[in-house]
């Protein structure tokens, strides 16, 4: 999504939105409007909260709390290794494996946002193993070679330039035969229904396509491995649905983007006529009031073992 001018009074900011269990919901921050500008630039966006806030309501989705345990099975941590997390976002994720790593054991979380970073820092105690979080670059990291048992990376190759540049140095500090860990959502699985065929098609197409990131790269994680040499250990898929959602009590389907903020994406993918904006937006809240509303959205996750002899 294109970054988009911002105002005191139109507070076009954030990307996901929303009812945030530790953070205070948007609604809370006074906040009228939301839009993707997205997890690029987190420290520059004139409503950095509502990001923090949606890491919070992304990650109480049932798909990522499935995939999350899923991830921490198949990686079969013990004690006294090293675990990198890069996109590390507030660090809960990598958190709460630390109890696996004990405390001998080590998280490193990288972020390129100090605000994310901060917010890490801020739950760190009794984590129960060492930790350390470190604003930095996931396409740069100022990491030794060779240095990690496991390095794992959630949702945040999309927001990426180059994510294959990015595995490349995920591959170079994970040691010989350890475990790589990646976790992306693929927009173009992103669905709506709200018993209009023509709305939930258009909304299909414009997702269909990646423009200016590579939104759709979750179906693509175990292939960019693989021209690593990585092998795989396990793949899987988690759908997150949002059943219900009253738009009378809050602006967006939690964790998500608002309508308004989906109708401006597909006028700006020209999907939807600038002039069907509102229809197309009120069509989606009368039937979300009456109980006509559904969305999709499918995350994919992969654990893979790096070659034991060095890439
Ligand atoms: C959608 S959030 C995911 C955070 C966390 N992994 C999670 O799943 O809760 C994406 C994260 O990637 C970070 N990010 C974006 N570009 C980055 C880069 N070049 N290097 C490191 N982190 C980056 C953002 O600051 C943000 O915290």
Redo the contacts with the bound molecule.
Sequence with gaps: MRPKSASVTERRVGVLVIAASRSPSLEEMGAEETHGLG??R?DDDPNVAVLLAT?DA??GWAATRRLRAWERKHLRLYDGQRLLD?????GD?ALALAADLGVEGEIVG????AE?IAGARSSTRAAGCRTRFAV????ALDEPDRSFDVVRS???LQ??TDPEAAVAELARVLRPGGLLSLVDTDWSTFEIDVGDDDLATRVRHAMRTERGRPSNIGRRLADLVQDFGFKLVAQTTATQNWNAWDPDQSRAPEGCFSMSSLADDLVDRGQLEAGDRERFVSTIHEAARHGRFSMALTMFAVVTAAPTTAL
Aim: contains cysteine; glycine residues 12%.
């Design positions: 997890f690029e987190v890491m992304t990650a890069v996109g590390c976002g507030l994720a990288v972020d390129a946002s994310m930095g670059d996931a396409l959630e949702r945040t927001w990426l």
